[in-house]
Nanobody, 124 residues
Framework: QVQLVESGGGLVRPGEDLKLSCTANVNIFTIDAMAWYRQTPGNQRELVAA???????IYKDSVRGRFTISRDIVKNTMYLHMGSLKPEDTAVYSCAVGSRAYGSTLPPPGYDYWGQGTQVTVSS
């Protein structure tokens, strides 16, 4: 059973940066694909970024160039560095482990495990 714990959320002003962490209780070297999603009330969860075991990355169009996804296999942690934040980035951000059945496919067609989410609020 993989457990994921997100941290790093909070309240920031527009234009500021924030770095989210997603720490797993297993060696993420064995995980083929991981992703960050976000969700706002009344809306569907949307993919923000994903990363494969080979370090291939994909991004939602509206965050490309501002957000960076990465992972540290020594710390068993995936990160989302969010730069130049905008009010429309406000959401609950969750990390997920792609289903092993799909290998390194990005975006992962399915997920086996999810974190509990962390709130990011961008407001002046």
């Amino acid at each position: 059973q993989v457990q994921l714990v997100e941290s790093g959320g909070g309240l920031v002003r527009p234009g500021e940066d924030l770095k989210l962490s997603c720490t797993a209780n297993v060696n993420i070297f064995t995980i083929d694909a991981m992703a960050w999603y976000r969700q706002t009330p009344g809306n569907q969860r949307e993919l923000v970024a994903a990363i494969s075991s080979g370090a291939t990355t994909i991004y939602k169009d509206s965050v490309r160039g501002r957000f960076t996804i990465s992972r540290d296999i020594v710390k068993n942690t995936m990160y989302l560095h969010m730069g130049s934040l905008k009010p429309e980035d406000t959401a609950v951000y969750s990390c997920a482990v792609g289903s092993r059945a799909y290998g390194s496919t990005l975006p992962p067609p399915g997920y086996d495990y999810w974190g509990q989410g962390t709130q990011v609020t961008v407001s002046s």
